[in-house]
């Protein structure tokens, strides 16, 4: 998990959420945040930057685009000298409608991650900034599964990251000494996983080795077949899908029709010792046990013998400073040391 110092949810509500990332305090939609009430009012004066449509948005009223929050282009309004430093450059240029996420921020940004790596934020045009803080338990595991399969079979794992954004999984999977291929369908944000890779390898942390990687910039369906073909087999596979989206050379992406068929794919590029296969959602209908369903029929379907399989299956959420828990989506992790016949 985060250290406080690296990583924080102060307060959520009235479709928002404030958050700490290192030095800066930032104020910016969340639709999981909608229903609930602000509960520490004063916090929210001390944030350094707030994320708001260009027509302005109050950060306590729930409005139609506050409900498609992180669907919308906005922009990040600085709200102290701190929060000038990094997003001042807002103030002082539109942005295109191509507009690069690299050229965001106004100066670099980092958080360390337990140690293991370090990942590089900037503020996108639509309201995020590199990293999604729930997946850090999903790192924790990720890490003891390819830590424990290395030593179990004396060999480094092969990992495939489908859907990586900007490389958390894939960071934590490489921090335990699998060989990782990081897919992603957009061109910047495989960019901004490389150079978190980068700095972690500089962070100067003694203990830190990183094993090697693929970058790929690819649409992950076609690369999965290609795979197939080409006989590339892995030990483990993670996959972060989203609810719509565009492949790499314009190809769509539903996950209520593609989910079901990439699964069953998948299955196919699992080696014979394979180690584990973590399926997250962040879609309505698509919740832990509908995941860990999904999950089980593609082993039973693919496989013949699958008793030794053994699926743990949650909730996310995040803990707030007040100890509410803000729900943030949901996995199933299905693992064992099943062999293929």
């Given at each position: 998990?985060?250290?406080k110092d690296?990583?924080?949810?102060i307060?959520?509500?009235?479709g928002?959420r404030?958050?700490?990332?290192?030095?800066?305090?930032?104020d910016?939609p969340?639709?999981?945040?909608n229903?609930?009430q602000i509960?520490n009012?004063?916090a929210?004066?001390?944030?350094?930057a707030?994320f708001?449509?260009?027509?302005?948005v109050n950060?306590?009223?729930?409005?139609?685009?506050?409900?498609?929050a992180?669907?919308?282009?906005g922009i990040?309004r600085?709200?102290?000298?701190?929060?000038e430093?990094y997003f001042g450059?807002?103030?002082?240029?539109?942005?295109s409608?191509?507009?690069?996420v690299?050229?965001v921020s106004?100066?670099?940004?980092?958080i360390?991650?337990?140690?293991?790596?370090?990942?590089?934020?900037?503020?996108?045009?639509?309201?995020?900034v590199g990293v999604?803080p729930e997946?850090?338990e999903?790192?924790?595991?990720?890490f003891?599964?390819?830590h424990?399969?290395c030593e179990?079979?004396q060999?480094p794992l092969?990992?495939?990251?489908?859907?990586?954004?900007t490389?958390?999984?894939?960071l934590a999977a490489?921090?335990a000494?699998?060989?990782?291929?990081?897919?992603d369908?957009t061109r910047?944000?495989?960019a901004?996983a490389?150079?978190?890779?980068?700095?972690?390898?500089?962070?100067?942390e003694?203990?830190?080795?990183l094993?090697p990687?693929?970058?790929?910039v690819?649409?992950?369906?076609?690369?999965v077949?290609?795979?197939?073909?080409?006989?590339?087999?892995?030990?483990?596979v993670?996959?972060d899908?989203p609810?719509?989206?565009h492949?790499a050379?314009?190809?769509?992406?539903r996950l209520?029709?593609?989910?079901?068929?990439?699964?069953?794919?998948?299955?196919?590029l699992?080696?014979?010792?394979?180690c584990?296969v973590?399926l997250?959602?962040h879609?309505p209908g698509?919740?832990?046990?509908v995941?860990?369903?999904?999950?089980?029929?593609?082993?039973?379907?693919?496989?013949?013998?699958t008793?030794d399989i053994?699926?743990?299956t949650k909730t996310?959420?995040?803990q707030s400073?007040?100890?509410?828990?803000?729900?943030?989506g949901?996995i199933?992790?299905?693992y064992?040391?099943?062999?293929r016949?």
């Open positions: 998990m985060f250290s690296q990583y924080s949810l307060d959520f509500g009235n928002r404030l958050e700490r990332f290192g030095p800066l305090v930032l910016r969340c639709p999981g945040a229903g609930f509960k009012r004063q929210w004066q001390k944030a350094d707030r708001e449509d260009r027509r302005g950060r306590f009223e729930v409005s139609k685009n506050v409900s498609n992180l669907g919308f282009r990040w600085p709200l102290t000298d701190r929060g430093l450059v807002e103030q002082k240029r539109e942005r409608q191509d507009q690069d690299d050229k106004g100066r670099p940004w980092t360390s991650y337990n140690n293991k790596f370090v990942l590089e934020l900037k503020g996108s045009p639509f309201g995020h999604f997946q850090a999903n790192w924790d595991r990720i003891d599964l390819c424990n399969g179990r079979l060999r092969r990992i495939l990251n489908l859907f990586g954004y490389g958390g999984s894939a490489m921090a000494g699998a060989e990782t291929t990081h897919l369908a910047n944000v495989v901004q490389k150079r978190n890779a980068a700095l972690s390898f500089q962070s100067g003694k203990d830190l080795v094993a990687v693929r970058w790929i690819d649409d992950a369906v076609k690369f077949k290609r795979e197939i073909k080409r006989e590339r087999f892995y030990d483990g993670i996959l899908p609810s719509y989206g492949g050379r314009g190809e769509v992406w209520s029709r593609d989910l079901k068929p990439l699964l069953d794919k998948i299955m196919k699992l080696s014979g010792e394979f584990f973590a997250s959602g879609t698509y919740e832990a046990p995941l860990e369903r999904m999950l089980r029929i593609a082993f039973q379907e693919n496989f013949t013998s008793k053994k699926y743990h996310l959420g995040i400073q007040n100890g509410s828990t803000l729900y943030s949901d199933s992790f299905a064992g040391e099943v062999k016949d």
